[in-house]
């Protein structure tokens, strides 16, 4: 299975608590670009990896 397969989409909800921060301090990092996420109808969706890449600290 490749990586791309197992990466999990996560909704707004999920992110957050994942990240343990607060839904406009992660609207925030959206915004300026250091978290990647799709606008999808209301809500944002991110995969697991890029709020993994974001912990690590990586530049996009």
Known sequence: ???MEKDQV?????????L???KPTF???I???RIRAIKA???W???????????K???N
């Open 27 to 29: 609207l925030k990092y």
């Open 10 to 18: 996560l909704t707004t909800g999920d992110a957050i608590e994942y």
């Open 20 to 22: 343990k921060i607060s």
């Open 41 to 43: 109808g209301k809500g």
């Open 57 to 59: 600290g990586e530049e």
């Open 1 to 3: 299975m490749s990586e």
């Open 31 to 33: 915004r300026l670009g």
């Open 45 to 55: 969706r991110i995969l697991q990896s890029e709020l993994l890449r974001f912990l």
